[in-house]
T-cell receptor
Framework: QKEVEQNSGPLSVPEGAIASLNCTYS??????FFWYRQYSGKSPELIMS????GDKEDGRFTAQLNKASQYVSLLIRDSQPSDSATYLC??????????????FGQGTTLQVKP | DADVTQTPRNRITKTGKRIMLECSQT?????MYWYRQDPGLGLRLIYY???????NKGEISDGYSVSRQAQAKFSLSLESAIPNQTALYFC?????????????FGQGTRLTVV
C-alpha cells in the first residue's frame, strides 16, 4: 500500500461545477496535510494546508480532513479552465518532527472544460 | 527573479557520466530538499539539509550525492548517471519558523540519461 494515494484521473468537470479531489494516507500518526497545484511543466505550488479535522476554506478552495478515516479532500467550487492542473496531496510523515519532509501522492489531473 | 533557482533547466547526458544539478535560493531558509518526480509516482525525496553541516538521506538516495556549499546553495550530483535516473528534479526550501511545513519549489530540472 502506498503511503499517500490519489486517483490519477483525469477528473473532468464542466466549467462552474464543483471538483472533488480525494487522497488517502496509510499512517494514522500523520499530522499535517497539504494540497499542491502543479501546472504542466511547472513546479508545485502550495494552495491549502490543513492540520485538524474538519473543513478549511480559502476562497473557492475547501480542504477537508478526516483523521479517523485517514482521508483528506480538496473541493474546488465554481471550477474554471485555469484550474486545470495536477493536484498533489502531501503529508508530513509521523516522527518527522518539524523536518519539513513530505510524502506525496501521485497526483490527480483535473480538466475543467469550458 | 525566482526565489529558488535551479540550473540547468534541461540536460541530456550519457550513461556513466557525472552530472551536477545546482540550486540556489534567496528566501533565507535553512532547510533545502531535493525531490525527483516521475510520471505516476509523484515526488520522492532524495536528500535534505538543515544547514551546511547537516545532510540527511531521503527515500531514494542511492545513486545520488549532495553538497551544501552555503546556506543558499544545495547541489545534487549523479556520480554515474543511468537511464532510470531520467526524471524531473526539484529543489525546494522551507522555513522552520512556520514549522517547516510549506515547501517552496524551484522551476525544476528535466534530466534525460541516454
Amino acid at each position: 500500500q502506498k503511503e499517500v494515494e490519489q486517483n490519477s484521473g483525469p477528473l473532468s468537470v464542466p466549467e462552474g461545477a464543483i471538483a472533488s479531489l480525494n487522497c488517502t494516507y496509510s499512517d494514522r500518526g500523520s499530522q499535517s496535510f497539504f494540497w499542491y497545484r502543479q501546472y504542466s511543466g511547472k513546479s508545485p505550488e502550495l494552495i491549502m494546508s490543513i492540520y485538524s479535522n474538519g473543513d478549511k476554506e480559502d476562497g473557492r478552495f475547501t480542504a477537508q480532513l478526516n483523521k479517523a478515516s485517514q482521508y483528506v479532500s480538496l473541493l474546488i467550487r465554481d471550477s474554471q479552465p485555469s484550474d486545470s492542473a495536477t493536484y498533489l496531496c502531501a503529508v508530513n510523515p509521523p516522527r518527522s518532527g518539524n523536518t519539513g519532509k513530505l510524502i506525496f501522492g501521485q497526483g490527480t489531473t483535473l480538466q475543467v472544460k469550458p | 527573479d525566482a526565489d529558488v533557482t535551479q540550473t540547468p533547466r534541461n540536460r541530456i547526458t550519457k550513461t556513466g557520466k557525472r552530472i551536477m544539478l545546482e540550486c540556489s535560493q534567496t528566501k533565507g531558509h535553512d532547510r533545502m530538499y531535493w525531490y525527483r518526480q516521475d510520471p505516476g509516482l509523484g515526488l520522492r525525496l532524495i536528500y535534505y539539509s538543515f544547514d551546511v553541516k547537516d545532510i540527511n538521506k531521503g527515500e531514494i538516495s542511492d545513486g545520488y550525492s549532495v553538497s551544501r556549499q552555503a546556506q543558499a546553495k544545495f547541489s545534487l550530483s549523479l556520480e554515474s548517471a543511468i537511464p532510470n535516473q531520467t526524471a524531473l528534479y526539484f529543489c525546494a526550501t522551507s522555513d522552520p519558523g512556520t514549522g517547516g511545513t510549506e515547501a517552496f519549489f524551484g522551476q525544476g530540472t528535466r534530466l534525460t540519461v541516454v
